[in-house]
């Protein structure tokens, strides 16, 4: 299995533009996470999604958030528009609905 | 909801010494307790965790201890290496909800 596959890894855009950033879980895990990372604030969970419905997105930050899961191997996490305390890398992990989940690459996201 | 605190935010040892992190949680409910590692610009990875029925677990050299009673659980590494330099966190979580993470220990191996 390739794992948790993110896109882009590596995103680099002006103040004010949309972002798409972009998650293929593992096939056939229930689970689909959107985690933030950044150096004051660790790991902070932004949205989690079961079974392609949106669970719990009380970690979402501002309306500017949205996040979409489509099929159960697909999902977006949108930003629009962007501001540069948006910067950080921002995670997508998948679980198959037991306790391990399994982290993406991650997308190193840098607003200026 | 449930938080987890996490100390220290650094360390640092000599290759060859012992490393201890440790993590309290407020959620007493909390069932599952993994600890993942990161190194430098990649993603975290799942290294051992521990469920609230058992104590203690080892893996070569990596041990979780738990204890219920106060709350907090720790990681050991024995006979640090310095490929055992990375960025560790702990987590938790209670039933099915999604897991909540400490905000991670720096820990450096000095050859």
């Known amino acids: 299995d390739a794992g948790v596959i993110q896109s882009p890894r590596h995103e680099v855009t002006e103040m004010g533009q949309e972002v798409t950033l972009r998650c293929k879980p593992i096939s056939g895990h229930d689970y689909l996470f959107w985690y933030r990372q950044t150096m004051m604030r660790g790991l902070e969970l932004l949205i989690y999604f079961n079974n392609n419905v949106p669970i719990d997105d009380s970690g979402m930050p501002e309306d500017r958030f949205s996040a979409k899961m489509p099929n159960a191997s697909f999902s977006t996490l949108k930003i629009q528009p962007s501001e540069p305390r948006d910067s950080a890398v921002y995670f997508c992990a998948s679980s198959p609905g037991g306790n391990t989940i399994y982290f993406g690459e991650g997308s190193w996201l840098t607003v200026v | 909801g449930e938080n987890v605190e996490q100390h220290p935010s650094t360390l640092s040892v000599q290759e060859g010494d012992s490393a201890v992190i440790k993590c309290t949680y407020s959620d007493s409910a909390s069932n599952y307790f993994p600890w993942y590692k990161q190194e430098l610009g990649k993603r975290p990875q799942l290294i051992i965790d521990i469920r609230s029925n058992v104590g203690e677990k080892k893996d070569q050299r990596i041990a979780v201890t738990l204890n219920k009673t106060a709350k907090h659980f720790s990681l050991h590494i024995t006979e640090t290496q310095p490929e055992d330099s990375a960025v560790y966190f702990c987590?938790?979580?209670?039933?099915?909800?999604?897991?909540?993470f400490g905000k991670g220990t720096r820990l450096s191996v000095i050859a």
């Open positions: 987590a938790a979580r209670r039933g099915n909800t999604p897991l909540v």
